[in-house]
C-alpha cells in the first residue's frame, strides 16, 4: 500500500533530523510518496511604506519592488534548501527520484502561517502522515 508522507523542510538542523528520522523509521523507501514541503517565511505585516509627506508614488514603487525582490530571493532559496533534501533522500536513502515530490507553499500569514501552510500541503497531497522538525 502506498502511503504519502510529507516532511516539512527548511535549512534548520532540526529540519535535518526530521528528515533523517523519517527517512529511517518511517518510510517505506519502496512505496511511499515523499512530498517535501518548505514554506516560505511569512510576509511582515508592518512593511515599511513610506508615510505622507514623503509618499510619492516612486517612494511606494520602490518598496514594493523591494518586497518582491526579496519573496523572489526567499522563494529561490526555498527551491535550493528542496534541491538539497531531495539529494539526501534520493542519494544517501536510495529513494526513486519519481517518488519524491516537491512543494514551495507561501505562508498563510503570521508565525502559526507556516504550520498551517504544512497542514494544507498536507491535506491537498492527501497525507496519510506530516513528519516536522522541532526546536526543544
Known sequence: MVRKVVIACDDSPHSRIAVDLAMQQIVHKSTDEIHLVHVLPPTS?????????VASAAAVTAVQHGIAAQRAAEAAHGIDTLRLATELVVLDYKVPRNSVHCH???????????????????????ADMVVVGSRG
Request: aromatic residues 4%.
Open 45 to 53: 505585516a508592518a512593511a515599511p511604506y513610506p508615510m505622507a509627506p
Open 104 to 126: 514551495v507553499r507561501p505562508s498563510v500569514g503570521g508565525a502559526s502561517g507556516v504550520s498551517e501552510a504544512v497542514c494544507d500541503a498536507a491535506k491537498a497531497q492527501g
